[in-house]
């Protein structure tokens, strides 16, 4: 997906199996909002809401170490599942961060999100884009798909999204040639080493995910159902032993013992690709296993998301 976007604004552009009614009540209903508003970890407290031009929204975002966020946005444009702008970041005691200008579209029974924050200066739009990515502001929006999913199919899922500065097709290589899969996919600290490797529709591979200085071996298989260059990839999970045999996951027993993973590639830019990984138990799980899997998301996040930082700085080196 190519976009433009001017040097003092940060665009945000995302795709939800869901129509543009669930999506945007989502948004503007105070009770749906509360269960996705905000990076993964952060809850939110509506106190009143106006949606209206003109109206208020006034809010507190309560962090996961208990620091409370007051906020107090101000509608400028209500279209009715079609658009909004508002000020975001502002409090009565202190001016808004930015101007936000968010559109939903429905096409197929999906609705893309189109969203752009506006800041004074470029210097500034840098500056806001690495503090949302060091807040893991970025998760609101893979919590929202994570919402609108169980409210249309009642499955739970697990959704990551990150943008690399990479064309689509190098980007697509890096999940899919193992020599470049073991620089980076396992979490910090982690080595990866392929016993079997054959990546392609109808293929599997055998690997060992090991932390040598905390004694720490997993070992896991994957049987490959879609690899479809450059835009998707999907995958059976399972844990297992030296030999094999499906095991479970060796520090969370009730852990669902087969993952069904999902990439999706987009281009965003010539040399820019977004990545969107999304996780779901499949088979036969018991209510403990799913509550075991949906209060991991913050964990899978922290885990995503040192994955990534390597494969930002393997990209750099080719």
Known sequence: MSTTTKS???RIIRVYDAPVKLVWEAWTDPAKAALWWGPRGFTITTHSKDLRVGGHWHYTM???DGTDYP???TYYEVEEQAKLVYDHGANDEQPALFRVTVTFAEKNGKTTMDMRMALKTAEEADEMRQFIKDAGGNGTWDRLAEFVEKETSNNEIFVINRSFEAPIDLVFDMWTKPEHIANWLAPR?????????DI????????????D????????????????KPHRISYRQQFCDENENVSRHPMAPTWPATMLTTIQLAEEGPKQTRVTVTMQAIGENTDEEIATFTNGRAGMTMGWTGSFDKLEEYLQTL
């Open 8 to 10: 003092n604004e940060l």
């Open 62 to 64: 309560h962090g996961p």
């Open 71 to 73: 906020n107090k946005t």
């Open 189 to 197: 600290g982690f080595d990866t080493k392929f016993m079997r490797a």
């Open 200 to 211: 392609k529709s109808g293929g599997s591979s055998f690997y060992l995910m090991s932390n």
């Open 213 to 228: 200085a905390a004694g720490i071996k997993m070992f896991g298989r994957a049987e490959y159902l879609e690899v479809e």
